[in-house]
């Protein structure tokens, strides 16, 4: 079974231009997740959905960040304009449940370094 | 208070000794807890997962839990080289099911 993939694995940007992910989850998994991993913390939730439903999106800077998850499968990320502050590993990971409470797995991660 | 607490480490643990790895959590209503190991560079990995009160054993890995003190643990015995990494404990709080939160985990060495 395929696992989460992720694109791109690196990028570098400049301070205040625009950056995107892409994430393909596990087959059939209803439930995707990005996390933002800065070096020496934990991952941090971003955004769930749930198919093509966003679910929690608390702590997704919605001034800067935007995902979408169009058709319930594929989803990206984008960060317009991108601050120093945002270099870190963007994780993106998925579950077969509907809900928490069940195993969640991760991609490889993109990560992204702001100059 | 964060929802998910670790000690940052490092924890040093000779070859072949138990490395105990702590957790504490926020809130009291939480339901399922799990252990993701992270080796440098790389994404988190499942480790083990578990829902009761007590212990569960998968191979050299015991998840213990404790839901009155809202703790887990989790021990490794015999530990090896191999098993220097991160480890992150998660959580699914009851406060909000569909999430699931991540301690700042804690940084393990096996020296041998």
């Known amino acids: 079974e395929a696992g989460v993939a992720q694109s791109p694995r690196y990028k570098i940007i400049e301070k205040r231009q625009s950056v995107a992910f892409w994430c393909n989850p596990i087959s059939g998994h209803a439930t995707l997740y990005w996390y933002q991993q800065i070096l020496g913390q934990g991952p941090k939730l971003l955004i769930q959905f749930q198919n093509n439903g966003v679910v929690d999106d608390s702590q997704l800077p919605k001034d800067r960040f935007s995902a979408e998850r169009l058709k319930g499968v594929d989803s990206t990320l984008k960060i317009q304009p991108a601050k120093l502050e945002d270099s870190a590993v963007y994780l993106c990971?998925?579950?077969?449940?509907?809900?928490?409470?069940?195993?969640?797995?991760f991609g490889e991660g993109s990560w992204l370094t702001v100059v | 208070q964060k929802e998910v607490e670790q000690n940052s480490g490092p924890l040093s643990v000779p070859e072949g000794a138990i490395a105990s790895l702590n957790c504490t959590y926020s809130d009291r209503g939480s339901q399922s807890f799990f252990w993701y190991r992270q080796y440098s560079g790389k994404s988190p990995e499942l480790i083990m997962f578990?829902?009761?009160?007590g212990d569960k054993e998968d191979g050299r890995f015991t998840a213990q839990l404790n839901k009155a003190s809202q703790y887990v643990s989790l021990l490794i015995r015999d530990s090896q080289p191999s098993d220097s990494a991160t480890y992150l404990c998660?959580?699914?709080?009851?406060?909000?099911?569909?999430?699931?939160?991540f301690g700042s985990g804690t940084r393990l060495s096996i020296r041998p």
């Open positions: 998660a959580v699914n709080p009851l406060s909000s099911a569909s999430k699931i939160i």
């Open positions: 578990i829902y009761s009160n």
């Open positions: 990971a998925s579950s077969y449940a509907r809900t928490g409470g069940n195993t969640i797995y």
